[in-house]
């Protein structure tokens, strides 16, 4: 008695796959950094007084499609530039070995950093901010950083069984 048999094995398109991968990680990161921004600056009430502090979200904002409302300037000077000077922002998806994915935001504007843990009082630097003290500390970046969570925990990823090829051998 004679059996054949035919025999198939299984090959992962990875390069396929990870192109899937990668556009569905900045599209999730897109959805959720847009969050953060939200978060940040439209429900935190970080005053527009001189538009510095605000403006240190603007380019992260617009590298992820959305905006960061300055509203009318109260001081004498319009410091929007020193904002913009003294921060980064990357909205573009990290892709490292590791698998980290995310984006950045940095700045060392020392007025918005004294602000975001402290409790602002009225009186010289680096109490800042004296006559909104009632807003302080900001706390920005827990509130962000779960509503950039919640988002993406509604992640969905790409099936990798989708980029499986039966092969006979």
Known sequence: MKFTTDFYWMD????????????ALRNINERAGKAWINEAVNKTPIPTW????????????AELGTSVP???????????????SVSAGSGVLEDKD???AGFIYDTNLRYLAYNEYNLAVAGPPPQPFSNNVRFTPYNFQSRAQAAW?????????????????????
Request: glycine share 6%.
């Open 149 to 169: 969570l919640a988002v993406a925990k509604t992640a969905k990823l790409p099936d990798p069984y989708r980029y499986l090829k039966k092969r006979k051998m």
């Open 12 to 23: 992962l398109d990875l390069d396929a796959y990870k192109r899937a991968l990668l556009s």
């Open 50 to 61: 001189s538009g510095a502090s605000r403006a240190t979200f603007q380019k992260l904002a």
């Open 70 to 84: 300055i509203g009318p300037i109260r001081s004498r000077k319009n410091r929007v530039a020193l904002g913009l």
């Open 98 to 100: 590791d698998g980290y």
